[in-house]
């Protein structure tokens, strides 16, 4: 648990952890220099499985993340945010799907927003995971708990320059070493508000998120050429593609699917499907929400008619014949 000025919410966090159905544990709480009362607040507890580590100078969230994998002892490793609550029984209901799921090196869980009471419900199975990663991270990092082996054996930490990205960059890291999996309960209770690291980064965060869907494609293609890569990025992105980028996309998609084939790395009929869609999706885009119109885009849109999806509608189709042929465009 990293803790770093969280005097309103610590005692609740580390009450939450204390209380835990499943007791043989320890908790490690590193502080990051604060400059409140949250170091005063830990020191109140009388606890044996209490692990206070104070730094005497702030050196940053993924430092004290990193720090914490190095010196933990148990054969699993669960995270923890100092604003946050975790349910009682989050602990052994992921310590017994780990011990019955010998290929899975990470679990973690739904939750609630505290609050609002609002449920997030994430993507359960390996597959529906590994998808979701494409467009986002679907991985709750305060609820996780994984193997400390996995770590270990292959000399895995976070990524300080992925920050505040971080465990999104991690999660995707450890597909290649093996399995990961969503508990579908309410298992934490996790805290919205305005300074926390991802909403003070988030220009940061954005940017880092698209190198990591990247990162993805790049265990099936690991070299992009400029041109590539560029394409690439405007589609995670959802910029708009215009025809020829499309047939690029194309291309390096069906390189990705013919290497999936021999890796297996994918679902290779959801991530088939995934393709089909997206490339007619952005045949639909280029058509319906153009800023210039001219009469070559109706022979375009007539050789690409069979395949759009969502089909146009007559008017639809009309509207679009009409303003080709007046050169319309789009204030």
């Not at 209770?189 to 190198?211: E, G, I, P, W």
């Not at 041109?227 to 990025?233: C, G, H, L, S």
Request: overall charge positive; proline content about 2%.
């Amino acid at each position: 648990m990293p803790v770093y000025n969280s005097e309103l919410y610590i005692k609740e966090a580390i009450d939450s952890i204390l209380n835990q159905t499943f007791s043989d544990f320890e908790l490690i709480i590193i502080d990051d220099a604060s400059t409140d009362k949250s170091v005063e607040i830990i020191q109140s507890y009388i606890d044996s499985r209490i692990q206070l580590i104070i730094k005497s100078q702030n050196s940053g969230y993924t430092n004290s993340l990193n720090h914490g994998l190095t010196i933990a002892k148990g054969k699993y490793i669960a995270r923890m945010d100092s604003d946050d609550i975790s349910m009682p029984t989050r602990f052994e209901k992921q310590i017994v799907f780990l011990d019955s799921n010998a290929d899975y090196v990470l679990c973690g869980t739904n939750f609630s927003i505290l609050e609002t009471n609002e449920i997030k419900i994430l993507s359960e199975n390996h597959d529906d995971i590994q998808m979701q990663f494409i467009a986002n991270c679907c991985i709750a990092h305060p609820s996780v708990m994984f193997r400390k082996s996995v770590f270990l054996e292959n000399n895995i930490q976070y990524n300080s320059e992925k920050e505040p990205a971080e465990d999104y960059d991690l999660w995707v890291r450890l597909l290649q070493y093996g399995k990961l999996y969503n508990i579908q309960q309410v298992l934490l209770r996790y805290r919205v508000h305005n300074m926390q690291t991802s909403n003070l980064k988030a220009t940061k965060q954005a940017k880092n998120s698209l190198d990591i869907k990247l990162d993805l494609f790049k265990y099936l293609k690991p070299s992009f050429n400029e041109i590539e890569e560029k394409i690439y990025r405007k589609r995670l992105s959802n910029l708009p593609i215009d025809l020829n980028e499309l047939e690029v996309l194309k291309t390096i998609n069906q390189e990705i699917l013919d290497k999936n084939v021999e890796k297996k790395f994918f679902n290779h009929t959801l991530l088939s499907n995934y393709f089909n869609k997206v490339e007619k999706q952005l045949l639909f885009k280029y058509f319906y929400n153009r800023q210039k119109y001219k009469p070559a885009i109706i022979i375009q849109y007539l050789e690409k008619r069979k395949i759009l999806q969502p089909k146009f509608t007559f008017k639809d189709e009309l509207k679009l014949v009409l303003k080709c042929l007046i050169f319309y465009k789009t204030k």
